[in-house]
């Protein structure tokens, strides 16, 4: 959540920086049109026909909410929207932009307030316009009408996010008057998509704007040549126009005079172009790249780069660029001699280059960059110490050093001048060798007021910080890892009142929480692994996510905690020593969506109002003391896509509504409970099941035979969720991806009987699978090496007979193979993987299999059978059961990369699991559908570093 607000907040302030400079660029194009008066009396009324085309400009538009409805009377000067010259009375001006914009959570009245219709060509009587703007209506689908490249006296032009659609009519090229066009769009919009060349751009000399985001050019690879005809042009907005090509060299430059460029989100996939160096004039310039997929800029930034001496932004974000960025700040740094006359400054103000591969140190001479306001190296390799000169920066007011491998220590000096800064941000990879000490006088008095705050990784105990108490500006706190080992000082809570997001997960915090207020904003509380004890902290406030889980709270869940917290999303009071029942007022949490109390000592039965929580898409409570009967109020949970209730004494049926009324059911466990009776067919109904664990129960009957029509990957994995499930003979606890990608089924020790169903072979994606300790019967599944992705395979115990087919030697990641203890015969299959399980324990107890590894030697026709006169006699207990959890019961993003680091093949099979899961569009739609809780911000950053790993992975292995 801290790191991936970051990069929301980030882009927030990129994005209003933008709108800044645009809005700057707009205010001074509109100098250049003459002002005109559209109030006061004008020497002459307009004239009729002027009038006329106005009104039949009107008639054909719709315009629900009045817009127009000035638009009546003689004096067309005095309409709303339009401008005459003071002179002649002619009309100038026609501005219709749409005073709402979507942009600012206005949806409604921006919606209200477009005109729709049609353009109608009346407009041509207006022979004298200058300046029209259409933007932020909606044409949707209609074409730029090409009579407007008529309007031959135009010099300003807008019909940007108007929802014009196609081509862009070529006439528009007889507009040689120009100085503005802007055409710009927005992904959500119809896109003008059907540009096939930019030649019309060659009429128009003295344009100085050209904004056409989001247009699609990539049927123009000579782009460049076309903009080049542009000798005036001060301003371009190219911005995700599918642009591949950015030649790295161009013979003669026309448009110098260029101050503001934006190339970003494009396909590029060269380096960083020198000739951009000559743009002297540039004040702006961003070649971000893109967020997801495509190809992104490589190699180093220019060294010429540091010749933009009044260069003010520099964004290269989310590129592949590497290399230093030493010579670049040096460079800049001595922008103060090249132009000496009156010892400028170098101006830069704002340098983005996250995400990318930079690598290297930050240079002593970023201390000269004075007037630098924010900088961002957010997600790169860099390394070494963070030099002292950065607190000379007084005017910082953004720094981002997060997810680097930053070493030494920070203390008061680095922070000297910062008297502006509001947002810090040093989020150090967690798996970063170096450590980052924050060293400071207990009584330090920092000269900044901070609005946002993230240190992670960063040791800063063992004493809490007690400056933290001056900050009485924050909104976001999140100190976590930070080695603090101390109770929270008193009154410390309520110093930083305007606290949104909490964070001070991962310490050695201890003592009790005691009561304070939260802001009413506030949303986010974040105690969770510490030592902290006492009744839980759950307090009047409107959070939505609070994470408790691992510290030593006691005492109930408070009786009224439905009322206390009306807002709340997210629970996790997991690994806490809380007891009693759940309370009766739980079921006023209407908003709830995930309930994790695993680990506890709770008992009783779940209270009947929690029929009320029909937003839950996560009920997580096992091991604790609960008991009774699936409740039928469980139906009501539509959207539930875990259920785990293993380890309590959970009894009765398991009833057939489980397969209908949670559709997008993925893990249902149930291990170690009191649950007997069949299990249901119904239980096949659930396409995304792929965690299914309902051994150690009292289960009987068959298992369905339908049980292999699973098929889709499951969907969603939610922050905190785990769950311990037995692999390979041990316990594992699994979290956050590796529970999307692991497919799994045990029903061990139960009392099931028949067959092992045939169609089980069609759940290719499975990982484990556990039927031991049952009565089956028959044999073992022919095609049972069609589980290509099998890693466990336990069926013992049971009373299988026939061969072992020789199918299962061609499941090449099987590392858990067990088949003792069954009535199986005939000679053992060897080759491929199975010659690697050569312990005879896999096998034993089953009298009449041979061959190796087994002593027993096989004879008959084909060497088919036991030999009649070998006999052993391995009695040794079976070796199921519980493994040992892993330590600290987390496998999560660590085991992930220790997946990774395992062998080739390994690679290659997991590769095409996450492969498929990533092309997934129902993944692409959880991307896109936006970040609207804050759950999903998690996933999505998660996600986007697993992508990227997985493509150095396998970039690597090609
Ligand atoms: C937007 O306005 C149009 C026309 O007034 C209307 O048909 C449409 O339903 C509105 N859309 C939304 C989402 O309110
Ligand atoms: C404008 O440009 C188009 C195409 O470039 C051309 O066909 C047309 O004759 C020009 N003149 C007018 C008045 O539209
Ligand atoms: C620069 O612009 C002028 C005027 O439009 C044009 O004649 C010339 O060909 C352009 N140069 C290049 C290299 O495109
Ligand atoms: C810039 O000025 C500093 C001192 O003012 C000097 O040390 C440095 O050499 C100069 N750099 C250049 C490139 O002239």
Redesign the pocket.
Known sequence: MVISSHIFMSTLHHLILIFFISLLGTSSYLQLIKPVSCTKGPIFKCSEVERAALLGFKYNLTDPSGRLSSWVGEDCCNWLGVGCDNNTGNVVKLDLRNPFSYFDDQYQPYNKSCLRGKISSSLLDLKHLRYFDLSLNNFTGANIPKFLGSLENLRYFNLSFSMFSGVIPPHLGNLSRLQYLDLNSEASYPALNQVESLEWL?GF?SLKYLGMDFVNLEKVPDWL?AI????SLRELHLANCRLVSLPSS?????FTLLSVLDLSGNDFSTSIPQWLSHLTNLRSLNLGGNNFGRNNLIGKIPNSFANLCNLQALYLSRNNINGGITEFVDGLSQCSNSSSEDGNLPSMQEIDLSQNQLNGTIPESIGKLSMLVSLNLYDNQMSGTIPESIGKLSRLVSLGLSMNSWDGVLTEAHFLNLTRLKSLSLYMKVYAKATLVLDVKHDWVPPFKLREIYLTNVQIGPMFPAWIKTQNELESLSLINADISDTIPHGFWKSCPNVIDWSLSQNKLHGQVPYFQFHPSARYFDLSSNNLEGPLPLFHSNLSWIDLRNNLFSGPIPKNIGKLLPKLNFLDLSSNSITGEIPHSIGMLKELGTLFLRNNSLSGKLPHSMRNLSLLEELLLPQNHLEGELPSFFKNYRGLTTLDLGGNKFSGKLPAWIGESSPHLTRLRLRSNLFHGNIPQQLCLLSNLHVLDLAHNNFSGAIPQCLGNYSDVGSGVYANEQMSLVSKGREYIYADLLLLLVHFIDLSSNNLSGEIPVNITNLVDLMSLNLSMNHLTGRIPKKIGNLHMLETLDLSVNELYGPIPESLSSLTFLSHLNLSFNKLSGKIPNGYQLQTLNDSSIYEGNSLLCGPPLSTKCCGPRLSTKCSEDETKPRVTPNGGNGVANENGRASIESFSFYISMTAGFIVGFWGVCGTLIIKTSWRQAYFRGFDNLKDKIIVFVMVKIVRLLRKVKWERS
């Open positions: 060659v000399p040549h080049n005809v542009l000798p161009i013979s003669s430059i026309n």
